[in-house]
């Protein structure tokens, strides 16, 4: 693809990528056979190639407008295009760059300002978001069912194991996971305990920053990454082997810390190494002897759902439905896996309509094979799927431990 960005922009290191990127783009087309947003909506503008062409007009100085944005905020940042894509195109980073330029660009209603600012400005703070989560489920008996299904259930929290070990690990005890699904965590710190691995929940540690980071507000996103290095620093010198995270979505932001800060000069170096450290956990697991565990489930039927920021973000295939099926559990197949089920961040609440189709299709899929649980690896994915089936949804290590001896 030819560009024509101006020099005071590909003068610059988010120029540069930016220039790179659309450069490897041939217009093969492969990509919108499996966008989402495409199949449901069919327009070129809705599918990767349509705004890799916007957020290139955009880049090259020409007029953009509300309906540049329409489209760029309809986009999952899923990730399935670049699976797909044979030129190795990184579409999600160039999204990431015309976010934040048309940001400046365009200016948005005000309703979307407003919410957008409550979204950063409670998801990714514990402190905030749990209140709300108590006091909704306080009055859940007077919410209509729409609302009343996006409240996390009440669960009780297994206790973590209280020795130490030689070996430590850190974990990252996501945001909103912590109400949410508090037992997914706990789950981990459990298997890991009889592996002889003690994790560790480092107190600054908070947001990955994906909310503030994709909703294009990257400095914002930044700072919580720069906490996140500064909480895990004196760990990773004390030796911890690894950042665990049970989030998948956490963990392709973790991932691309080093990315992201390569230019700033106090941090390049140290995001570097916590992105190398960064590993999901079935990535733990797989390195791990899982035979000392002694896993045996009774057969149940698992429908699993991988995670587009596992599958497609990370590049993660295969793993936790290995570990599920060693551990005795029976995987049902699930058509169009590697769609996404509509949660994507924040989107669900941004693009609700969009999202309700999709995870209307994705329920569908996972339910045809008739599993007893729906398993999946994010957080965000889990409450999405919770919200529309009465099928019990669980993360995937919390199945792996109710499989443990002893259970």
């Not at 008739?370 to 919770?386: D, K, R, S, W, Y």
Request: overall charge positive.
């Amino acid at each position: 693809m030819q560009t024509r960005i101006p020099d005071s922009l590909l003068n610059t290191p988010q120029g540069q990528e930016a220039d790179a990127i659309l450069r490897r783009c041939v217009h093969c087309g492969f990509c919108t056979a499996t966008c989402p947003t495409y199949q449901l909506l069919g327009d070129e503008l809705d599918g990767p190639r349509g705004r890799i062409y916007l957020v290139k007009q955009l880049l090259e100085g020409r007029e953009v407008t509300r309906k540049t944005q329409v489209h760029l905020d309809r986009c999952l940042t899923c990730r399935a295009c670049e699976t797909t894509c044979p030129s190795g195109v990184v579409y999600h980073r160039l999204a990431d760059i015309g976010r934040e330029r048309l940001e400046q660009a365009v200016s948005r209603p005000w309703r979307e300002r407003l919410m957008r600012f409550a979204l950063r400005n409670i998801l990714p703070y514990r402190n905030r978001f749990s209140p709300l989560v108590k006091l909704g489920r306080l009055v859940s008996p007077l919410l209509p069912s729409s609302l009343k299904s996006k409240i996390p259930p009440r669960q009780t929290s297994l206790p973590w194991p209280a020795q130490a070990h030689q070996r430590s690990m850190l974990i990252l005890d996501a945001c909103v996971q912590a109400d949410g699904a508090p037992n997914t965590n706990a789950s981990a710190a459990r298997v890991l305990d009889r592996l002889g691995v003690q994790l560790i929940d480092a107190a600054q540690a908070g947001c990955c920053g994906a909310v503030s980071y994709h909703l294009a507000q990257v400095e914002e996103g930044k700072g919580f990454m720069r906490a996140n290095i500064d909480a895990w620093w004196p760990y990773i010198e004390s030796g911890a082997e690894a950042i665990v995270i049970t989030a998948s979505g956490c963990g392709a932001m973790v991932k691309e810390y080093g990315a992201v800060l390569q230019h700033d000069p106090d941090y390049a170096d140290r995001a570097k190494r916590v992105s190398e450290l960064c590993k999901d956990i079935s990535e733990v697991l797989q390195t791990e002897d899982l035979s000392a565990l002694r896993p045996q489930s009774r057969g149940t039927r698992v429908a699993f759902h991988s995670p587009c920021t596992l599958q497609h973000g990370q590049q993660i295939r295969g793993g936790v439905e290995g570990i599920l099926q060693k551990s005795g559990y029976e995987l049902s197949p699930v058509p169009d896996a590697h769609l996404c089920c509509g949660s994507a961040g924040t989107y669900s609440i941004l693009q609700n309509r969009l999202a309700r189709q999709l995870l209307e299709n994705k329920l569908a899929a996972l339910q045809s094979g008739e599993p007893e649980v729906i398993a999946t690896a994010n957080i965000g994915c889990h409450l999405h799927l919770q919200s529309g089936t009465s099928l019990p949804v669980k993360h995937w290590i919390e199945l792996l431990e109710e499989a443990l001896p002893g259970k």
